[in-house]
């Protein structure tokens, strides 16, 4: 009976993203003056992973292209061959070709890749020593002078190939490994002729189905090094019989030159479980299959998410000792439930705050098996950064800190885009040119911090740069060409840096494909702002510039304080909160056809009628019996009408527009403790519902009224 290797094919995927994050690190950590041995090692293991598990379920397009890649790193760790920044450039674009390919076959659509064909066609001119790797080809797109004769040699055949005598162990079947596999690898390397040996073979009645009797003589026609060779029995090669010699004297002086020090396998010592969040077919148990990883899907191959997280085994014993004292509270509720009496009240009372703590106690054992350091986010920017900066011929460092702040790895995949278009803003319009720098007194590479840090239960990522900062006069010159504001507006420093994140604002002089279209901060803010976050900007001109993302730890749990219009509860984040004001009489101001407004202190802040915008009838009779919040969401302050506060509490998110539909003003549900749901207001929703804009209010001679 066969075996269906297609359970396994989202494992196979995820560990080769994995891989390929790995080789793209080391990639750009490596120095071609200084090269170290182990990153060379780092790099050949992860290609050589990619390519045995892409050979193993059949993916030949991706085993073949990695397999000339793990060639040319092999010669290279044998120190046959020399490193240079080409070359790694080169490596840097075959791992994207490499991504690329898995992506598809991902998503059910594999298909040829052009890029990964004439990279192919440069590795394969390295290897046969028609270009050195530092010369005239560097890219895929100069790869047509490199003709099929330069890689093959001139009448197209190899010349070359491998005698093998393979004779397994008994128990080789019984450990997974099939030689019939094996032999479909060799095969993929050339041309392959077996002959099996059956002199071994018992008699039919004394045959174990589970054994190998048989042995094999193969010769392979290919022209390729030993090492290629051994890698392919490399994980029975311990347990069975096995000579390798080659078919001619030319390939006696292939042997010997491509000997290398043998590649000490490192183990994993992490202890790290794979964790499965929802159903995939990753494992034999598994039964349910989800739509993503249908073959004939036709989901984006360049947006394919992962399905699972590492976790670290202490937060899994955690988890098992809390269901452990779980399990013994229960046993002892119940057996005070087989025969209570009042005697044992004070037993079934300590009982219950036993659970209470356990459940707390549980809760946040499962939260942070979703928490993720954020290194996995900041991982794609060093090459980012590598990139763009080249492009822009610009130096740029980039320095990464905070790297192991844990959050909830659903919101690591939402804030992953924003954060890529705030890096790229500082690199096109924060960093400036090498000379400019040096003319401004600065030193000539600029920097890039990305910054991660835990505050008040929050996370904050700040992204900062040594640049030229806002042009404060340029941005309400385009303010005012746009009519964003007026000429007459006398605004605050931090509101002429808020102006960048309106719809369609840019003060970039001419379009290109790093920034300067208009589009993007308005959509960074909106997007921040649906996970319930926010974000500032502080700036100096000629200093530079610092971005800073505030974001809850989680999406599934909310710290919220209850309040009450009416006879509803609604439930306002706590993290938006900034005061609540019960006596405000002398602080209302009326503004000519617009909504009152509460003077706080030395600003003026809009009040929103919870009642009105609802529609619904308050308890209070008139303003002064109710309750104001001030609250800050969009980047500026509103004070809601309540009619009073009730408890704070945390609260599990329901999505509302999953079970029902989107509601403006509202971002969620939550199940209160009486059974009740409760609606999650959404601040920046409320704003736009009650059509409160900035910038609109000032004080007219002093007084205590207030004009639009």
């Known amino acids: 009976m066969g075996i269906d290797l297609s359970q396994f094919h989202q494992v196979f995927f995820e560990e080769s993203y994995e891989g390929l994050d790995v080789m793209e690190s080391a990639l750009l950590n490596l120095q071609p003056d200084t090269v170290d041995s182990e990153t060379i090692n780092e790099i050949f293991r992860a290609a050589h992973s990619i390519k045995g598990g892409s050979g193993t379920f059949g993916f030949t397009d991706v085993a073949e292209f990695t397999h000339v890649i793990e060639t040319l790193l092999d010669e290279i760790r044998g120190g046959t061959r020399n490193i240079t920044s080409e070359i790694v450039d080169l490596f840097l674009q075959a791992v994207d070709c490499i991504r690329k390919l898995i992506q598809q076959h991902d998503a059910g659509e594999p298909r040829e890749i052009p890029e990964a064909v004439e990279l192919k066609k440069i590795f394969e001119a390295i290897l046969s020593g028609n270009v050195s790797g530092d010369e005239s080809v560097s890219s895929p797109e100069q790869a047509s002078s490199v003709s099929e004769s330069d890689v093959q040699g001139e009448d197209g055949s190899s010349g070359h190939g491998w005698k093998i005598y393979f004779k397994p162990e008994l128990d080789i079947l019984r450990t997974g490994n099939d030689p019939l596999r094996m032999f479909r690898e060799l095969e ?32 392979l026609d290919a022209d390729v090094s030993k090492s290629a060779v051994d890698e392919v029995f490399e994980w029975v090669v311990d347990e069975s019989e096995l000579r390798i010699e080659p078919l001619s004297s030319d390939d006696a002086a292939l042997e010997t030159r491509s000997e290398t020090t043998p590649d000490t396998e490192i183990e994993d010592k992490e202890s790290e479980i794979k964790m499965e969040l929802e159903p995939t077919p990753s494992t034999p148990a598994s039964v349910s299959k989800p739509t993503e990883t249908v073959p004939n899907s036709k989901k984006d191959p360049s947006k394919v998410e992962v399905s699972s997280i590492r976790v670290g085994i202490d937060k899994v014993d955690d988890l098992i000792n809390m269901v452990g004292e779980l399990v013994i509270t229960q046993s002892m509720l ?154 007459n507006d006398n605004l605050s420093d931090d509101q002429v840096h808020d102006l960048i994140f309106k719809p369609g604002f840019s003060t ?84 000519v056809g617009g909504c009152d407004l509460l003077r706080l202190r030395n600003e003026y802040v809009p009040i929103i009628k919870l009642s009105s915008i609802f529609n619904i009838k308050s308890t209070a009779q008139d303003m002064d019996d109710g309750l104001l919040v001030v609250v800050e969401g969009d980047n500026m302050k509103v004070a809601i009408l309540i009619d009073d506060l009730e408890a704070q509490q945390q609260v599990v998110i329901k999505s509302l527009e999953e079970n029902y539909k989107r509601v403006d003003g509202v971002s969620g549900a939550t199940i209160l403790g009486n059974g009740t749901v409760s609606l999650i207001l959404d601040i920046p929703g409320l704003i736009k519902l009650a059509g409160v804009q900035r910038y609109e209010y000032k004080v007219v001679n002093s007084g205590d009224d207030c004009a639009a």
Not at 200 to 214: H, K
Not at 457 to 485: R, S
Not at 514 to 530: A, F, L, T
Not at 568 to 578: D, F, G, Q
């Open 334 to 487: 119940g057996e005070l439930g087989l025969d209570f009496t009042m005697e044992n009240l004070p037993r079934l009372l300590e009982g219950i705050e036993q659970l209470s703590q356990n459940t707390r106690e549980l809760q946040e054992s499962v939260m942070r098996i979703r928490m993720l350091p954020i290194s996995f986010t900041f991982s794609r920017f060093p090459r980012l950064v590598h990139d763009l900066s080249r492009t822009m011929n610009k130096k740029i460092e980039l320095k990464l800190t905070g790297e192991q702040t844990e959050l909830d790895k659903t919101v690591m995949e939402k804030i992953g885009d924003p954060l890529v278009h705030l890096v790229r803003n500082s690199l096109d319009h924060g960093i400036e040119m090498p000379e400019d720098r040096v003319q401004a007194g600065k030193p000539e590479t600029g920097t890039i911090t990305l910054n991660a840090f835990h505050q008040s239960g929050n996370i904050v990522i700040q992204i900062i740069d040594d640049g030229a900062g806002l042009n404060k006069a340029k941005i309400l010159e385009k303010a005012i060409e746009k009519g964003l504001v007026s000429e």
């Open 508 to 591: 970039a002089d001419q379009v290109s494909d790093i920034s300067g279209r208009g589009v993007g901060m308005d959509v960074v803010r909106r997007n921040i702002n649906e996970l319930n976050g926010s974000v500032e900007v502080e700036s100096t001109e000629g200093q530079g510039s610092v971005f800073t993302i505030r974001l809850p730890l989680t999406l599934a749990i909310l710290d919220g304080q209850l309040i009450r219009v009416g006879e509803y509860v609604y439930i306002l984040p706590l993290i938006s909160i900034v005061e609540s004001i019960q006596s405000f009489q002398g602080m209302l101001h009326r503004v």
């Open 188 to 219: 993929s390397l050339g041309s392959l002729r077996i002959t099996a040996d059956v002199s071994q073979v018992p008699l039919i009645g004394s045959i174990d189905p589970e054994a190998c009797y048989m042995a094999w003589e193969l010769e």
